[in-house]
């Protein structure tokens, strides 16, 4: 399962770079106005530098053409950008006709196993799963992916599954048993993956056992 950073900021993709914790980043429009100080372009295509994977970018309007228009010019800036798409019945043609130009298309706004099957009929590489949407309704998340998974296996369907904003890390590796393809994480949720109750525990008793044998065996 590959990990992507939900983020905009350039210091998050370099550190998930340098940790080797980053497979790609999902940006998402909000993000970009905050993060982006300037022009909008020039900061995708630093991540898209520092990612070396997929970056993923939003469409900014929702009508078939203005969708097509915007997925095609987001598409010139890097072989690395996947393109958000939200699920609306106006944005299917679009879809369709950017899987046939060659673009990858991610469908955004996927909360059910029919709306998963659509979004992969209609071409789109991948669909974008929004956990934290989904718990917030009172659904549960984790079997939402559960569901599409077995859904995409039984019918062959060519399409990865993208879990956003796990809860917790306990609802990460419940996306990745679920058989998300990637999950896509805050930097702060990123670096509490690390981390266990038990840990400063263990690091504790590590540095002890370390301290007891440094007295005969000396580290120069």
């Known amino acids: 399962m590959k990990i992507f950073l939900a983020t905009a900021r350039i210091d998050d993709v370099a550190w998930g770079a340098a940790h080797g914790m980053l497979d790609g980043v999902l940006t998402a429009p909000a993000l970009l106005a905050d993060d982006a100080a300037g022009d909008a372009r020039?900061?995708?295509l630093e991540l898209c530098r520092l990612g070396h994977g997929p970056v993923f970018v939003a469409v900014q309007n929702i009508d078939a053409a203005g969708a097509y228009r915007?997925?095609?010019e987001l598409a010139k800036l890097s072989d690395q950008i996947v393109v958000l798409v939200p699920l609306v019945e106006d944005t299917l043609g679009a879809m369709r006709r950017l899987n046939a130009d060659g673009i990858r298309v991610a469908a955004t706004h996927v909360f059910?196993?029919?709306?998963a099957?659509?979004?992969a009929r209609a071409g789109a590489s991948s669909v974008v799963i929004a956990l934290d949407q989904l718990d917030a309704a009172g659904h549960d998340a984790v079997?939402?992916?559960r569901e599409v998974r077995r859904a995409f296996d039984s019918s062959d369907a060519e399409c990865d599954i993208v879990a956003v904003h796990p809860a917790s890390p306990t609802q990460f590796g419940l996306c990745a048993c679920a058989g998300a393809d990637a999950v896509a994480v805050t930097e702060a949720l990123c670096r509490a993956l690390l981390v266990h109750p038990l840990t400063d525990r263990g690091v504790e008793q590590f540095l002890g056992d370390v301290a007891r044998l440094r007295r005969v065996w000396p580290v120069a």
């Open 70 to 72: 915007d997925a095609k």
């Open 143 to 145: 079997g939402v992916v």
């Open 42 to 44: 020039t900061h995708l």
């Open 112 to 115: 059910n196993t029919a709306q």
């Open 117 to 119: 099957l659509l979004a």
